[in-house]
C-alpha cells in the first residue's frame, strides 16, 4: 500500500476495492452498505463517515486503520 498522505482516505478506499480484486457493488455488499454510499465516495461527493469506515475495517481485518485514516503504514 501506499505511504504517503498524497491521497485522500476516498482514494485509498478505492486502492482497497481493487487490491481486494472487487467491484464497488461486491465490496458495498461484503461491507454491509449501500452501493450508492461507496459510489458516493469513489466519486469524492462524500467523505466516508466513522460507521463506514468502522465497517471497512471490521470485515477487512488485515487492513491497517492507519493507512486507511492516514495514508500512512
Do not use: C
Not at 504517503?4 to 482514494?11: A, F, G, W
Not at 486502492?15 to 455488499?29: D, E, H, K, Q, T
Not at 469513489?42 to 487492513?63: E, I, M, Q, R
Amino acid at each position: 500500500m501506499l505511504k504517503t498522505l498524497e491521497t485522500s482516505v476516498n482514494k485509498r478506499i478505492e486502492l482497497l476495492i481493487s487490491s481486494l480484486n472487487l467491484n464497488p457493488n461486491s465490496f458495498s455488499n461484503k461491507i454491509g452498505k449501500p452501493a450508492q454510499t461507496t459510489d458516493k465516495v469513489l466519486k469524492g461527493k462524500n467523505k466516508p463517515g466513522y460507521d463506514y469506515l468502522f465497517a471497512v475495517l471490521s470485515t477487512f481485518s488485515d487492513t491497517s486503520a492507519k493507512w486507511l485514516m492516514t495514508g500512512i503504514g
